[in-house]
């Protein structure tokens, strides 16, 4: 079920595009302000000591982590919905569950696919009506996401490079509260992120699904000694 989301007076690409802005909004409800992504644990060992070093940790991210595996799964679960074949929708969903390296960013994962599916209900509820939306309790966060997007109607790789913009943007503010550099810092690292967005987009489009796959292997580390961090500002 696709759902028209063309308000009146304006057209369908413009729609979709203010439905990703609030979406994708600090203020839109999932909670990603209480994640790092094992960025705290990395900052605790000295790895970021600067902003180049925190560039270059989110760009590794974006190219060989979770950024790139979250992006073929919107992708994947955009096309799916689009083509209404539900049973391969829940085959990406449990199979995006299961696909998370460390417990934390599992449940930094699944925790913002619950709250994302609840928010949507409070704003849009003709959307989680639909399949296979109204199936699923807990999914993760790009696979909520991305079959929202896909209902909307909205254009697949701008709800990917959104997304994965919110991401680093997300990424920069928890640095901002962890490391010793200032809103300046933050905007220029943001600035440059965002210039390797639309080539990252070009590239996965290359990419066929089932090479879905990381090797952000200090990401994971990170994550996994956070767990047992003593003072810890996220829960990721």
């Known amino acids: 079920m696709r759902i028209d989301a063309h308000s009146p007076g304006g057209d369908a690409g413009e729609s979709g595009l203010l439905l990703l ?26 790895a970021l000591p600067d902003r180049a070093a925190l560039q270059n940790w989110i760009e590794g991210i974006l190219l060989f982590g979770s950024g790139r595996n979250d992006a073929l799964l919107i992708r994947e679960i955009h096309r ?20 998370r ?12 696919g619950a709250a994302f599916l609840k928010a949507l209900i409070a704003g849009w509820p003709e959307f989680v009506a639909a399949e296979p939306l109204r199936q699923w309790k ?6 909520a996401f991305g079959a929202a997007a896909a ?17 680093c943007s997300n990424l920069v503010s928890a640095a901002l509260r962890l490391m010793p550099i200032g809103q300046s810092d933050g905007l ?5 992120l965002s210039k390797t ?14 090479d879905i796959g990381a090797a952000a292997l200090m990401v994971d580390f990170c994550s996994m000694r956070h767990e047992t961090q003593y003072t810890r500002l996220f829960r990721s």
């Not at 967005?197 to 996965?204: E, K, M, Q, V």
């Open 197 to 210: 967005l639309p080539s990252l987009a070009d590239a996965l489009e290359l990419v066929p699904f089932d």
């Open 188 to 192: 220029a690292c943001l600035a440059n």
């Open 138 to 143: 807990r999914p993760v966060y790009p696979v």
């Open 151 to 167: 209902v909307a109607g909205i254009d697949p790789r701008l709800a990917i490079v959104t997304y994965l913009h919110a991401f």
């Open 101 to 112: 390296g460390t417990a934390e960013l599992a449940l930094e994962a699944s925790a913002q």
């Open 80 to 99: 799916a919905v689009t083509a209404q074949e539900f049973e391969r929708c829940d085959e990406i969903a449990a199979f995006a569950a299961a696909f």
């Open 21 to 46: 802005q609030a979406w994708l909004s600090p203020a839109f409800p999932v909670g990603g302000y209480s994640y790092s992504h094992g960025l705290e644990y990395a900052v605790e060992a000295g």
